[in-house]
């Protein structure tokens, strides 16, 4: 990553925290003063390198991990708004990417119920739940958006 792309993945990450938005790849080229190739070029090297995920054949960007830029079935209460994360583990890492503690709700993949866990002080309030993986470490980056 060069320092370009640190820059493109500084503003989009303090633009999403602002806004709750992804930036328009427009919106950052002019920011940073880029062209549009560029800035886009950046967004895939950032992409390649794992420091976000791009929409499959688009410029648009779908993760920040932990943060997911489109609706999913975690959803992280926080700093007065509702944040989506790509996983149950991503939730935790709303809470300390924000600094600050939260309530993380969904629901159970297996019987439906309802979940929530509080955080607070970098730490699960609830301790008595089970966190399970389907795909091995090894494989996240096979199909991210799956995983």
């Known amino acids: 990553m060069d320092e370009q792309d640190v820059r493109i993945r500084n503003l989009v990450y303090r633009s999403f925290v602002e806004t709750g938005e ?12 880029l062209s ?28 920040l991990n932990p943060f997911s830029c489109v609706p999913s079935a975690w959803r992280v209460h926080a700093r007065g708004r509702t944040w989506y994360s790509n996983c149950a583990w991503d939730s935790f890492g ?3 990417a924000l600094h600050t503690d939260g309530r993380i709700e969904s ?30 470490a090894r494989q996240w980056w096979d199909d991210i958006v799956f995983t």
């Open 94 to 96: 709303v809470c300390a």
């Open 36 to 63: 549009e190739d560029a800035a886009g070029a950046a967004l895939r090297r950032l992409h390649n390198a794992h420091a976000l995920v791009l929409e499959r054949d688009a410029r648009e960007i779908r993760m």
């Open 107 to 136: 629901s159970c993949a297996d019987c439906g119920e309802p979940l929530a866990v509080d955080v607070r002080d970098r730490q699960a309030v609830q301790r008595d739940y089970l966190f399970h993986v389907l795909v091995p």
């Open 22 to 33: 992804a930036p328009h790849l427009a919106d950052m080229a002019r920011e940073l003063e």
